[in-house]
């Protein structure tokens, strides 16, 4: 299958980057510290149609001001370990699949996240492991 690959540090400390919008009908991968310290990134949209998405270790680590991340896929969304760590103000994920795999501390060192997501018993539970509020999307 074919894929789209944003490249390990692409962005990295891009101060410019305010949103991030990527509708594809392709798999997507974004790579370790791709958009790290992108200190002005508040939202990212991600749509992957009915493709996998993965979201590597440190992808988006640091991004201070980033608030909203909405990811959609008929197909499997992963987010691995470390994925958006230290994204403090980070407060509403929105996961629009039915297939969704969160790694151990993908969210490390957030507080207020609320995740919301169609009815998913394991990110339920990775909710209540971690004191994220969960939402269930209709």
């Known amino acids: 299958d074919d894929i789209n ?4 540090n692409c962005f990295k400390n891009v101060s410019t980057v305010e949103n991030i919008t990527i509708n594809t009908n392709l798999s997507l991968q974004i790579e370790q510290f791709a958009f790290e310290n992108c200190s002005k990134l508040k939202t990212i949209v991600l749509d992957v ?16 001001e980033l608030d909203c991340v909405h990811i959609k896929s008929t197909s499997k969304i992963t987010i691995e370990k470390d994925a ?4 403090y103000n980070l407060r509403v994920l929105i996961l629009d699949s039915d297939n969704v795999e969160i790694r151990e501390n993908a969210f490390e ?10 009815n998913n018993n394991v990110v339920k539970e990775y909710c209540n492991t971690n004191n994220f509020e969960y939402k269930g999307l209709q």
């Open 109 to 118: 060192s957030l507080n207020n996240l609320c995740i919301v997501c169609k």
């Open 84 to 87: 958006f760590s230290q994204c």
């Open 5 to 8: 690959i944003i490249c390990k």
């Open 49 to 64: 149609k009915d493709k996998d998405l993965t979201i590597q270790s440190d992808a988006f680590k640091s991004c201070n």
